[in-house]
């Protein structure tokens, strides 16, 4: 019987999807071009939605994960979201204009503009580990672009999705936004949307993109990886630690671009070791207190004492951050580690780590950085702490990745007029301004023919004269 009720529900929230969809298209087709204003008066209502109900936020995913400081989802989601929106309001009207564009010489007389014009109906999977931010940042290009959005939020976000799913239908109305319960994320990824953006694991990932291509559906894919952090000779060890384990600890680890393991000279790794004891013993003296976050489920607490204890099986040197911590299996809390002799043969090393676990890796000479970052897969974010721009370059232009930040970890993706996004197993396309309003924008080229056109002289029978016309325009260098 339950298992019935279960599947009557499954087909139930199919179907409330597809209806959704349904309507979605409709009113699109209805009204093809929401005019500046229109789009204008979206992105306010959703400020405000954030602004009025931050502290619901908060409490709603500090529910969702266990425990989790207000300050971080204020900080980290709350104000990231709503300054993404404020930029996208100071620069939309500049977006949205015509571009002129140069015409062939073949073609005097004739014009060319582009068009930036709305996809249609666009799908949002996010994830669980910031799901206020990485729900409303990509809407907020949806919508700056004139679309229409249906959201997929995380099966671990249920406490944050009902209160945005309350306020949402309240603001909006289901024809332009909607947050859909209890649909799954392979059947929401199977309808025709006009664009569709996924947040999260790289199989998942996968999955959602053959759904998608049943439909040539075009993605945007942001999938997290392995982010390398490396200090240099010339920069400071405290200062690098201190910035290199806030971003870290952040949310206990779990955020696709945390620093997933670091590389530093051998000579200073022990000082490494030293200054982040005792930093973070004075940032969380108690990690089963609320602003030390605990890790979002069962299943994922116990895959990171697994990869822990693999790590110490296989050789690798475990170094407790706060002294007399322990994990916490009722609060789900894992204390803040680092993990020194780590070699490629350990989980800790191969997958995502996705939790507070940082391993060390030392290097002699930067040519073996380099190569090393270069032989795994291309990560989400990379991370150099250099003062030396000479160093900066180098790696800079022997390396790809997603995004890089410079003498700290994690920051490029704050900044609302530069492209986010992976490349290759991280992810594809970008969003964030005004790459993410072109990512759900269709340019559209238009052509328009003159009154009088010369293009009469190439029109069948082909003849001598033909001939030179062409080899004229061949070797003509403007």
């Known amino acids: 019987m339950a298992q019935t009720a279960q599947l009557r529900k499954i087909e139930h929230a199919e179907n409330e999807a597809q209806r959704v969809f ?75 204009k015509p571009q002129r564009r140069a015409v062939s010489i073949t073609f005097a007389g004739a014009s060319n503009t582009v ?45 944050l999705r ?46 959602v993109m053959r759904s998608a291509a049943e439909n040539l559906t075009p993605v945007t894919l942001e999938l997290g990886g392995k982010s390398p952090t490396i200090i240099c000779d010339d920069f400071d060890v405290d200062e690098a630690a201190s910035r290199i384990l806030y971003a870290k600890y952040l949310n206990a680890g779990q955020t696709c671009l945390a620093p997933d393991y670091l590389l530093i000279p051998e000579a200073k790794r022990d000082r490494f070791v030293e200054v982040a004891k005792r930093i973070m013993s004075a940032r969380y003296p108690d990690t089963n207190q609320p602003c030390y976050t605990s890790v979002i489920d069962d299943k994922s607490y116990k895959r990171l004492r697994a990869t822990l204890e693999d790590a110490r099986e296989k050789g690798a040197t475990l170094e407790p951050l706060i002294p007399g911590t322990t994990c916490n299996d009722p609060l789900r809390k894992i204390p803040p580690y680092l993990v020194l002799e780590v070699t490629d043969e350990m989980i800790i090393m191969q997958e995502e780590i996705f939790g507070p676990l940082l391993p060390v890796k030392t290097y002699r000479n930067l040519d073996e950085v380099i190569t090393y970052v270069n032989a795994k897969d291309r990560p989400l974010g990379f991370y150099i702490f250099t003062n030396d721009a000479t160093i900066q370059r180098r790696f800079l232009y022997s390396t790809i990745s997603g995004g890089v930040t410079v003498n700290n970890c994690m920051f490029h993706v704050a900044q609302h007029d ?17 790459e993410g309003f072109l990512e759900f924008t269709k340019l559209r080229p238009v052509f328009r023919n003159p009154r009088f056109s010369l293009l009469g002289a190439f029109y069948p029978p082909y003849t001598a004269r033909t001939r030179k016309l062409l080899d004229l325009m061949i070797k003509y260098k403007p």
């Open 22 to 96: 349904a309507l979605q298209r409709a009113a699109y087709l209805a009204h093809p071009y929401p005019i500046l204003a229109e789009r204008k008066e979206n992105l306010r209502k959703l400020d405000r939605l954030l602004v009025e109900n931050a502290q619901a936020i908060a409490e709603a995913i500090s529910a969702d994960f266990g425990h989790r400081a207000v300050e971080e989802t204020l900080m980290a989601e709350v104000f990231g979201a709503v300054d993404g929106i404020r930029h996208a309001l100071k620069h939309l009207r500049k977006w949205m």
């Open 115 to 159: 068009i930036p014009q709305p996809k249609g109906v666009v799908g949002i999977i996010s994830p669980w580990n910031y799901p206020l931010f990485l729900t409303a940042s990509p809407l907020t290009s949806v919508l700056a672009a004139g679309n229409r959005a249906m959201i997929k939020m995380a099966t671990n976000s249920q406490h």
């Open 162 to 207: 009902r209160l945005l799913a309350e306020k949402f239908r309240a603001v909006f109305p289901e024809d332009t936004v909607a947050i859909l319960p209890g649909v799954r994320a392979q059947d929401f990824s199977t309808l025709p949307f006009d664009h569709l953006i996924f947040t999260g694991s790289a199989d998942a990932g996968r999955t």
């Open 418 to 434: 530069m492209p986010f996004g992976g490349i290759g197993a991280s992810g594809m396309g970008h969003y964030h301004g005004y």
